[in-house]
């Protein structure tokens, strides 16, 4: 055990953050040097879909028989690793203050948005809004600051009520505790029923849909009843709670796979603009992606895909 110690720590120049695994508390023996973004208030920080959504927006407007003109995706990000107490395979984190990246001994593929963290802007945004989530006990206040937030941006990009739109719960990070699950679905049932919630009376929100991919298999399995309809949730294989997938009637699975061969012979379709995710009623395949580690498999796996001119990346 010691022997296996030091290797980790010799391949881990920062430490081996302990992680939260009871499903409730938030543990770690490194500083968070994100903090609260002042110039983003006490909100958390929605971002406008990117460039590599705009296939989703096109296949949501065609599956809803709408104008593309009418939909519009948000994304939520938290910190890969530090949020995801499911991880395994994919499990890298980036330093919170420094952007340095550390691949845990489990990995096998590194997650893209580790990779994405590099950037001292992404960290800002990724530690503001988990800190804000982390500092609250119950899901109920999370609820909260999830619609005020989302009544915030949906204002701020000018969305119309006759608008749809589609929030990516996660770019990075996970459903990390039960409470969290719940705030998501309580947010989203609330806005699918039409309650009155928020900063300007009598504000409705328009059609709201919210997805996500997620390895807290474990809390899905405590939740006591279904989520509301217009809360997707999608499993995502090669995490440490595998083993409830069976458990967990029709859920969706989403794999990674290092080549179009691969996913045939598994027989699963390749989703490559996350309409699979969001509309699909079937397990799917994931191309891997990000920036992997040099010389390893998952590496050669990627550098094949590009010799082929197949496009790898999935919507970020």
């Given at each position: 055990m010691d022997e296996q110690n030091a290797m980790v720590a010799k391949k881990n120049p920062f430490g081996i953050p302990k992680l939260q695994h009871d499903g409730q508390k938030?543990?770690?023996?490194k500083p968070t040097e994100g903090g609260i973004d002042p110039t983003k208030g006490e909100l958390?920080?929605?971002?406008?879909?990117?460039?590599?959504?705009k296939a989703l927006r096109k296949a949501a407007a065609e599956e809803l028989e709408l104008p593309v003109s009418r939909v519009k995706i948000f994304t939520l990000t938290l910190p890969a690793g530090w949020s995801c107490p499911g991880a395994n395979e994919c499990l890298a984190f980036a330093?919170?203050?420094?952007?340095?990246?550390w691949d845990s001994p489990t990995l096998q593929f590194r997650c893209f948005a580790a990779s994405a963290e590099r950037y001292e802007n992404v960290r800002n945004v990724v530690w503001h809004n988990f800190n804000l989530l982390r500092r609250l006990k119950d899901s109920h206040s999370m609820a909260r600051?999830?619609?005020d937030s989302l009544e915030e941006t949906m204002h701020r990009?000018?969305?119309?009520?006759d608008d749809v739109v589609i929030v990516r719960i996660h770019v990075g990070g996970d459903l990390y505790s039960s409470n969290y699950v719940t705030a998501w679905d309580t947010a989203l049932r609330t806005i699918k029923n039409g309650y009155e919630w928020g900063l300007r009376p009598h504000w409705k929100f328009p059609k709201t849909i919210g997805y996500a991919y997620t390895k807290s298999l474990h809390h899905l399995a405590k939740l006591p009843h279904e989520l509301s309809d217009n809360f997707v949730i999608n499993g995502s294989e090669g995490g440490r709670f595998d083993h409830l997938i069976p458990a967990l009637k029709g859920l969706k699975v989403a794999k990674v796979v290092g080549s179009i061969e691969e996913a045939e012979s598994e027989g699963l379709e390749i989703d490559h603009d996350d309409s699979h995710a969001l509309f699909g009623k079937e397990s799917f395949a994931l191309l891997i992606h990000g920036t992997q580690p040099k010389g390893s498999a998952s590496a050669k796996a990627l550098s094949?895909?590009?010799s082929q001119g197949i496009q790898s990346g999935y919507a970020s």
């Amino acid at each position: 055990m010691d022997e296996q110690n030091a290797m980790v720590a010799k391949k881990n120049p920062f430490g081996i953050p302990k992680l939260q695994h009871d499903g409730q508390k938030w543990t770690s023996d490194k500083p968070t040097e994100g903090g609260i973004d002042p110039t983003k208030g006490e909100l958390l920080s929605f971002q406008l879909a990117n460039a590599k959504l705009k296939a989703l927006r096109k296949a949501a407007a065609e599956e809803l028989e709408l104008p593309v003109s009418r939909v519009k995706i948000f994304t939520l990000t938290l910190p890969a690793g530090w949020s995801c107490p499911g991880a395994n395979e994919c499990l890298a984190f980036a330093d919170p203050a420094t952007g340095k990246i550390w691949d845990s001994p489990t990995l096998q593929f590194r997650c893209f948005a580790a990779s994405a963290e590099r950037y001292e802007n992404v960290r800002n945004v990724v530690w503001h809004n988990f800190n804000l989530l982390r500092r609250l006990k119950d899901s109920h206040s999370m609820a909260r600051l999830i619609l005020d937030s989302l009544e915030e941006t949906m204002h701020r990009f000018k969305v119309k009520p006759d608008d749809v739109v589609i929030v990516r719960i996660h770019v990075g990070g996970d459903l990390y505790s039960s409470n969290y699950v719940t705030a998501w679905d309580t947010a989203l049932r609330t806005i699918k029923n039409g309650y009155e919630w928020g900063l300007r009376p009598h504000w409705k929100f328009p059609k709201t849909i919210g997805y996500a991919y997620t390895k807290s298999l474990h809390h899905l399995a405590k939740l006591p009843h279904e989520l509301s309809d217009n809360f997707v949730i999608n499993g995502s294989e090669g995490g440490r709670f595998d083993h409830l997938i069976p458990a967990l009637k029709g859920l969706k699975v989403a794999k990674v796979v290092g080549s179009i061969e691969e996913a045939e012979s598994e027989g699963l379709e390749i989703d490559h603009d996350d309409s699979h995710a969001l509309f699909g009623k079937e397990s799917f395949a994931l191309l891997i992606h990000g920036t992997q580690p040099k010389g390893s498999a998952s590496a050669k796996a990627l550098s094949a895909l590009r010799s082929q001119g197949i496009q790898s990346g999935y919507a970020s």
